[in-house]
């Protein structure tokens, strides 16, 4: 059975889910469609600060994978982070 909705996704907890349904984002369809990095920038606009990388644009695109947010190889976190705008990092393995 496939998530449609954010509730059921893996690594999004209420707190993620409240500020994606805050930016307009309340299905797994409409944060696939979004994307993780544009949904991230969002969720940090709203925010008025840069949120932590790992606990939500990794778990976004794990949500969207259906993996933990770590369990992501490190040339995806980097490509992630690259498409929203943080620029080159050191990612850890």
């Avoid at 409240?18 to 940090?44: M, T």
């Avoid at 705008?85 to 850890?92: A, E, Q, T, W, Y």
């Amino acid at each position: 059975m496939a998530v449609t909705d954010l509730e059921g996704a893996y690594n999004l907890g209420k707190t993620i889910r409240a500020r994606l349904a805050e930016a307009g984002i309340q299905s797994v369809a409409e944060l696939r469609s979004v994307g993780p990095a544009r949904a991230y920038r969002r969720l940090c606009e709203r925010a008025n600060r840069r949120l932590p990388v790992c606990y939500y644009l990794h778990s976004l695109e794990g949500a969207l994978q259906g993996i933990h947010w770590n369990a992501l190889p490190p040339h995806e976190k980097a490509r992630l982070q690259q498409e929203a705008g943080l620029g080159k990092r050191r990612i850890s393995p």
